[in-house]
């Protein structure tokens, strides 16, 4: 079995003087950097526990981990399987069960990816390869339920 290694740093830049005295006194606001990256996603927490809305919050990136994780896959198999794709738009959607001690986890992920090919032949087998981009992506098996497809497929003139 071939292994990957990743290294992340996450750094916390909300300390508005106080620390963490209590609470409210933080800022959740932090910055995400990959060594050789190009720049940082600024992150903060959801705003419904006192995060930035204009940042990115675990649960955006948890979701977006996943659409382009079984994008490229879908890319890849339609590519192997002839299928010429030009456009490729997802619109994911997830659903996260807060429990009352405040812990919580993602319950639904659905996928609702508007997607251009080529040649309306390919269409049924275009719409299969959700199935086996599903089967391969590597977050999608990291998760511990089942993410759906709502796909639309349109097709245009050939290039």
Known sequence: M????YNI????TGNEGSGTKNY???NRNHSILGEGKYSQIHGSSDPSFLGDKTRYNPEDLFLSSISSCHMLWYLHLCSVHNIIVTS??????GIMEENTDGSGKFTSV????NITITNSEHV???IELHTEANTMCFIANSCNFKI???CNISVE???
């Open 157 to 159: 003139n050939a290039l």
């Open 110 to 113: 659905t996928l609702h990816p």
């Open 124 to 126: 049924p087998k275009a």
């Open 9 to 12: 740093k996450v750094e916390w």
């Open 148 to 150: 759906k497809h709502d």
């Open 2 to 5: 071939k292994k990957h290694n």
């Open 24 to 26: 409210k006194t933080y």
């Open 88 to 93: 490729y738009v997802d619109n994911a959607t």
